[in-house]
């Protein structure tokens, strides 16, 4: 099959969902599909991959790639093919990896706080700040987007139930995100040895809830007597006020922030690190960063709304989102309950079945089977 994948995001830009896009389009190269991904993003380095990367490109060449293509696949919801595949009826299969058609943020989190998800609200929302102009171009481009999703596109994907809830959409079924997580299991900790009690591990901005780790961990140490070591691990722009509400608490000794960490390093570190912490205060629309680390073999508490107690189950805590209380009473908890850990990661060896990215890539093969033969999507079952 001929798939044309277009992606708004793409290397050299670090995401999931540019991981996504690349762990995708290898997959079904490897498959034997031909696939040529299309995107905006530019790069200075040579894309050396087993398909064709082709980068801002001109308005004939998209319309010359959709010809050419049995099948276009939107690697998230983008208008960005959408008037190319207006003109030339190709079927679409449209990935939802975040809230661009429900609100105009495309997040239902804006300036450091949580804003409405549904689109007349979010309009009135966005209106009252004093942005007319961003109101009502947002209210244009998620009403485009519903009635292609909804009218032009043959399979919406939902990446979680927690999305498939939140949009609305026609041809909805739910495939979790194929991450190639079985490159983390070189981070399970063999010895019982480990520098860090608690970690996170995600980009350092407001809706990831870093700053409630914080005062949950202020919180824990003032209640153990400074009996724990917190690592975090990222970068972003909250990254100095952080540091100094650290400071500020007298922590800086309990509390390591490990920068931006990649590759064969990121796995030496986690390895040092016992149980996740993942805060997130927005509603994570899937959170990937779970499995990966599930897949090393971590314990996990999580925040409550969002995908992320979805994507976990009973194999970690969930506590509510933004509560610091709650969040240190569940970091004792489970730093004090060895039996409760040891339950956790028998329960995770079984969930990270659910994650396996061949199953996944299994799912979207047949679907794009199914909908490139003008089939029904519904006996494809949601995994």
Same mark, same amino acid.
């Given at each position: 099959?001929?798939?044309?994948?277009?992606? +708004?995001?793409?290397?050299?830009?670090?995401?999931?969902?540019?991981?996504?896009?690349?762990?995708?389009? =290898?997959?079904?190269?490897?498959?034997?599909?031909?696939?040529? %991904?299309?995107?905006?993003?530019?790069?200075?380095?040579?894309?050396?991959? +087993?398909?064709?990367?082709?980068?801002?490109?001109?308005?004939?060449?998209?319309?010359?790639?959709?010809?050419?293509?049995?099948?276009?696949? &939107?690697?998230?919801?983008?208008?960005?093919?959408?008037?190319? $595949?207006?003109? #030339?009826?190709?079927?679409? #299969?449209?990935?939802?990896?975040?809230?661009? %058609?429900? &609100? *105009?943020?495309?997040?239902?989190?804006?300036?450091?706080?949580?804003?409405?998800? =549904?689109?007349?609200?979010?309009?009135?929302?966005?209106?009252?700040?004093?942005?007319?102009?961003?109101?009502?171009?947002?209210?244009?481009?998620?009403?485009?987007?519903?009635?292609?999703?909804?009218?032009?596109?043959?399979?919406?994907?939902? *990446?979680?139930?927690?999305?498939?809830?939140?949009?609305?959409?026609?041809?909805?079924?739910? *495939?979790?995100?194929?991450? +190639?997580?079985?490159?983390?299991?070189?981070?399970?900790?063999?010895?019982?040895?480990?520098?860090?009690?608690?970690?996170?591990?995600?980009?350092?901005?407001?809706?990831?809830?870093?700053?409630?780790?914080?005062?949950?961990?202020?919180? /824990?140490?003032?209640?153990?007597?400074?009996?724990?070591?917190? &690592? *975090?691990?990222? !970068?972003?722009?909250? =990254?100095?006020?952080?540091?100094?509400?650290?400071?500020?608490?007298?922590? !800086?000794?309990?509390?390591?922030?490990?920068?931006?960490?990649?590759?064969?390093?990121?796995?030496?570190?986690?390895?040092? &690190?016992?149980?996740?912490?993942?805060?997130?205060?927005?509603?994570?629309?899937?959170?990937?960063?779970?499995?990966?680390?599930?897949?090393?073999?971590?314990?996990?508490?999580?925040?409550?709304?969002?995908?992320?107690?979805?994507?976990?189950?009973?194999?970690?805590?969930? %506590?509510?989102?933004? !509560?610091?209380?709650?969040?240190?009473?569940?970091?004792?908890? /489970?730093?004090?309950?060895?039996?409760?850990? $040891?339950?956790?990661?028998?329960?995770?060896?079984?969930?990270?079945?659910?994650?396996?990215?061949?199953? /996944?890539?299994?799912?979207?093969?047949?679907?794009?089977?199914? #909908?490139?033969?003008?089939?029904?999507?519904?006996?494809?079952?949601?995994?």
């Amino acid at each position: 099959m001929k798939i044309l994948l277009s992606t +708004p995001v793409f290397k050299p830009m670090v995401g999931g969902i540019e991981t996504l896009a690349l762990n995708t389009a =290898r997959h079904l190269t490897d498959r034997g599909h031909e696939v040529v %991904v299309v995107t905006p993003i530019t790069s200075e380095v040579s894309d050396n991959e +087993p398909f064709r990367v082709v980068r801002q490109a001109a308005p004939g060449e998209l319309l010359d790639l959709v010809r050419w293509s049995d099948l276009v696949f &939107c690697n998230g919801a983008s208008l960005y093919i959408a008037p190319y $595949t207006l003109l #030339v009826r190709r079927p679409v #299969v449209m990935r939802h990896d975040g809230y661009q %058609v429900s &609100c *105009i943020d495309g997040a239902g989190w804006y300036a450091g706080g949580p804003a409405p998800l =549904r689109p007349l609200p979010s309009f009135w929302y966005h209106l009252k700040r004093g942005n007319p102009f961003f109101a009502l171009r947002g209210l244009l481009k998620v009403t485009a987007l519903r009635l292609y999703a909804n009218h032009v596109v043959r399979a919406n994907v939902a *990446i979680s139930d927690w999305m498939k809830d939140r949009h609305p959409l026609s041809n909805h079924v739910r *495939i979790h995100n194929p991450f +190639p997580i079985s490159k983390f299991a070189g981070a399970r900790n063999t010895d019982g040895s480990y520098d860090y009690d608690f970690f996170f591990l995600g980009r350092l901005i407001s809706e990831k809830g870093v700053a409630v780790l914080i005062d949950a961990f202020i919180r /824990l140490q003032g209640r153990t007597g400074n009996a724990y070591r917190l &690592c *975090i691990i990222g !970068d972003g722009p909250e =990254r100095n006020h952080l540091e100094g509400r650290v400071t500020a608490a007298g922590l !800086d000794a309990y509390v390591h922030f490990a920068g931006m960490t990649t590759g064969s390093d990121l796995i030496d570190l986690l390895r040092r &690190c016992r149980i996740a912490v993942l805060p997130s205060t927005w509603e994570e629309p899937f959170g990937g960063v779970a499995t990966e680390l599930m897949a090393a073999g971590k314990n996990l508490i999580v925040s409550r709304d969002g995908a992320l107690s979805e994507l976990v189950a009973d194999a970690g805590l969930a %506590v509510p989102n933004s !509560d610091a209380e709650a969040l240190s009473e569940a970091m004792y908890q /489970l730093a004090s309950d060895k039996n409760l850990q $040891t339950q956790h990661l028998k329960r995770a060896e079984t969930i990270l079945s659910r994650f396996d990215e061949e199953r /996944l890539i299994d799912a979207y093969e047949n679907l794009f089977l199914r #909908v490139h033969n003008n089939q029904s999507i519904y006996p494809i079952k949601s995994i």
